[in-house]
Structures are given as C-alpha cells and as structure tokens.
C-alpha cells in the first residue's frame, strides 16, 4: 500500500487546515489509520487514529477538541481536520496505516505503511 499525503501549508494562528492521506496499490479497509507529526530534532509523535474494526477516533491530549480524524474507506482516504491551530502544531504531518495490537494504535512501530509527510507551519 502506498500513501500520499498532502493539503499542508502555511496558517496564521487560530486557522484551519484539511490534510488528506490517499492509498493506492489497496485499501484502507481492514486496517487501522494515523496520523503522527515530526519536528527536526524530536521523535515522531502520535496525533490521531482511526480504529480498524469499529473506526472510532481517538486522538492526542495536545490536539483533544481541535483536530479529528476522518476516513472514507469509499475513496480510500483518511482526513485530518486541524483547527484552532497554534504555532506549536509545526510539523511534518505523517499518515500511517496498519494493524497494530492493542496499545499500539499510538506508536510508530504498529504501522506498516507510511506516506512522504506533508509540512504544517502556523505562524504567530
């Protein structure tokens, strides 16, 4: 499976953006899907997933009420909803997909299947 991301850019403070992640070579259908964020320097952090076998969202602490998951298992794409954006949501945004046990829907190492990133900057 490969994965596309895109729809970053460049917000000021308190903006929105919609990142899309797109499969090709098969489907998200059966698999559980995530976002995680990178910063030069740091390790790459979880911010959202989508659980394979009931889709329910859940997401980070740091992003609870500002940012939602999304997936279209139709289209097979997986959306990320990011308002209320603030200067520290600077990232690289990673998609991911895969099937992780429980208690791995948060770590990197559940996943399989990653996209190139696609990079948010918000400005203050």
């Known amino acids: 499976v490969q994965l596309q991301a895109s729809g970053g850019g460049l917000v000021q403070a308190g903006g929105s953006l919609r990142l899309s992640c797109a499969a090709s070579g098969g489907t998200f259908s059966g698999h559980t899907v995530a976002w995680f964020r990178q910063v030069p320097g740091k390790e790459r952090d979880f911010v959202a997933a989508s659980i394979r076998w009931n889709s329910n969202p859940f997401t980070a602490d740091s992003v609870k009420g500002r940012f939602t998951i999304s997936r279209d298992n139709a289209k097979n794409t997986v959306y990320l909803q990011m308002n209320s954006l603030k200067p520290e949501d600077t990232a690289v945004y990673y998609c991911?997909?895969?099937?992780?046990?429980?208690?791995?829907?948060?770590?990197?190492?559940?996943?399989?299947?990653w996209g190139q990133g696609t990079e948010v900057t918000v400005s203050s």
């Open positions: 991911a997909a895969g099937t992780p046990i429980v208690g791995m829907a948060s770590k990197t190492g559940g996943y399989r299947y």
